[in-house]
């Protein structure tokens, strides 16, 4: 038996689950799916493990390894697919069907889900619906890379980092450990006040009552589950050109949404009073930089949800190539309409790249008509610099005079060379 570790034991609620959804290329092999699962996710410890209750050890949950049968756990539904009308829809409503189901403790936390259901942006989708305690975000992505392959060389494996080489100095300075010392310091403090912070609010503070917040007596009534991708160069433009990270862009235009969306459904107070309280959950992960494919099926998106506590509105980002996928899980009882909130969002970034694209290009412009100012002084400088060097005005080749004034009016004719008369 394995105890499970403090955040899995906050999280060891049969409610407390992770829906993903797999976008791919192609129609799906259900046979290829069970025989990759059977050499790779069996391994992983937390999927061959169920949990359960140690009486003896004052009730505290554990992990118990089980054989495992992989066919049980994946659901290949017998569906009459040419008479779907509308597969979009179709997905949205199965994918938030299983959203609210409870997790099946009796086994080990996870299921998958294979349609062969083509899309507006996939041949096929795999769902699939694990325990938030058998992993995070971070970590189930980092078992997707392990278990797929590149697209581009289907017997290589797959990293999501990309080493920036440096270069090394032979010798370094005491100011710089100075800096790093300091810098430690600055990161170990800030630390410990946000967990500090976390633990007030969990103890102790209550978010303020706004029309977001899910009544957490009731629970939750109703997931509706639902995403939307956008372009990843937009998010970039935006984070290059106003020198801040990913997470900043996702987070600005998810504030930005979420007024836009609260001004059109209720009085303005409550949009302004929301972002001081903490009444939703953000997260964003980055997916991989280039394009993987599962068993043989190349991806083209990857979505996902969590579903914790008593928040009515979870919101996360992830990352796959050139694309974000933002996804929403609601409680349709307090957001009764998830895609005019995700509309917002989508529209918030519009306006921020319409915004940022304006300064770019005013930047630009200025910096065009710096670099013209420049010349034109440097070259009026070499005019007056060439006659200096002569006795007389009028010694100066007429040729290399009418060249040099022809030049000076092309580039600035704000900044025209001095007309002499060399008769003076």
Same mark, same amino acid.
């Given at each position: ?28 092999? $259900? ?18 493990? #169920?949990?359960?209750? +140690? ?5 505290? $949950? ?23 009308? +509308? $597969? ?11 959203? =609210? ?29 694990? !325990? ?54 600055? /990161?170990?403090?800030?630390? %410990?006040? &946000? ?43 935006? #984070? ?5 990270? /990913? @997470? ?48 043989? !099926? ?15 509105? =979870? ?6 190539? @050139?694309?974000?996928?933002? =996804? ?12 005019? %909130?995700?509309? &917002? ?12 694209? &304006?300064?770019?290009?005013? =930047? ?20 007056? !610099? ?19 004034? %022809? ?14 008369? $060399?008769?003076?």
């Amino acid at each position: 038996m394995e105890p499970l570790s403090p955040m899995s034991q906050m999280l060891s609620s049969p409610n407390l689950f992770i829906v993903i959804t797999f976008g791919f290329k192609t129609k799906c092999n $259900p046979s290829a799916f069970v025989e990759g699962f059977k050499t790779t996710l069996i391994n992983a410890p937390r999927f061959s493990s #169920k949990m359960v209750i +140690n009486y003896k050890k004052n009730g505290e $949950p554990v992990w118990i390894p089980v054989s495992i049968r992989i066919e049980d756990h994946v659901t290949v539904p017998d569906l009459d697919y040419p008479n779907i009308e +509308n $597969p979009d829809q179709f997905l949205e409503d199965y994918t938030s069907r299983i959203a =609210n189901i409870p997790m099946d403790m009796s086994k080990p936390l996870w299921e998958l889900h294979l349609l062969n259901i083509k899309t507006s942006n996939a041949e096929s989708v795999l769902l699939a619906k694990i !325990h938030h305690s058998v992993g995070d975000g971070m970590s189930l992505m980092s078992l997707l890379l392990a278990c797929s392959r590149k697209t581009s060389d289907p017997s290589a494996l797959i990293s999501n980092t990309s080493a920036t080489k440096k270069p090394v100095k032979s010798m370094i300075s005491a100011w710089w450990l100075i800096a790093g010392l300091w810098f430690m310091i600055r /990161v170990t403090f800030t630390t %410990l006040v &946000e967990f500090f912070k976390l633990m007030l609010t969990t103890c102790f503070l209550r978010d303020t009552k706004n029309p977001l917040m899910g009544n957490p007596d009731d629970g939750i009534q109703s997931w509706k589950v639902i995403h939307r991708i956008i372009s990843f160069d937009d998010v970039k433009l935006v #984070k290059n050109t106003m020198n801040m990270k /990913v @997470n900043d862009v996702l987070l600005g235009m998810t504030q930005a949404g979420l007024s836009r969306y609260l001004t059109t459904k209720y009085v303005e107070a409550f949009g302004k009073r929301i972002f001081g309280n903490t009444s939703l959950a953000f997260s964003n992960v980055k997916g991989p930089d280039e394009e993987i494919s599962l068993f043989g !099926h190349p991806i083209s998106y990857v979505a996902g949800s969590a579903l914790v506590g008593s928040q009515a509105l =979870n919101i996360h980002f992830i990352s796959y190539v @050139n694309k974000i996928i933002i =996804n929403l899980a609601v409680d349709t009882t307090t957001i009764p309409d998830p895609h005019q %909130l995700c509309d &917002e969002i989508v529209e918030a970034l519009k306006i921020i790249k319409s915004a940022v694209q &304006e300064k770019r290009s005013h =930047n630009m412009e200025a910096h065009r008509m710096k670099t013209r100012f420049t010349k034109s002084v440097q070259l009026n400088a070499a005019w007056h !610099h060439e006659l200096d060097t002569r006795a007389r005005p009028d010694n100066l080749d007429l040729t290399r005079r009418h060249e040099l004034g %022809l030049i000076a009016r092309r580039l600035s004719p704000v900044a025209q060379p001095v007309k002499l008369d $060399p008769t003076h």
